[in-house]
Nanobody, 131 residues
């Protein structure tokens, strides 16, 4: 049974950092495409970072580029999202997700990070950035 469990959320002040973790079970992390997504109140869910299986190309939207870093520890079957220089607009519920399929070689990193491409999701962890 595939399970994803996020942790590491919380309330921080602007400019501070958080590291989110997502522990996976029931599958092997380095055999899937992984992604982090977020959903702010009243907004649609958006991808904030994704890594396509078998490649190292990483997608970041402009809103988080240079501040967020996705990584994974295959030995621990865990992926991470390091978030630095947090802003109030980063406030959202953050979710990890995985895709078990294969993307064509020609697809864009942005396409890989579309939420509709993901098969399994964690329940989310809340991040609040406020002074």
């Amino acid at each position: 049974q595939v399970q994803l469990v996020e942790s590491g959320g919380g309330m921080v002040q602007p400019g501070e950092s958080l590291r989110l973790s997502c522990a996976g079970s029931g599958f092997t992390l380095d055999h899937v495409t992984i992604g982090w997504f977020r959903q702010a109140p009243g907004k649609e869910r958006e991808g904030v970072s994704c890594i396509k299986r078998g490649e190292e190309t990483i997608y970041y939207p402009d809103s988080v580029k240079g501040r967020f870093t996705i990584s994974r520890d295959n030995a621990k079957n865990t992926m991470y999202l390091q978030m630095n220089s947090l802003k109030p607009e980063d406030t959202a519920d953050y979710y990890c997700a995985v895709n078990f399929g294969t993307f064509p070689r020609s697809v864009s990193p942005e396409y890989v990070c579309n939420e509709h491409n993901y098969d399994y999701w964690g329940r989310g962890t809340q991040v609040t950035v406020s002074s």
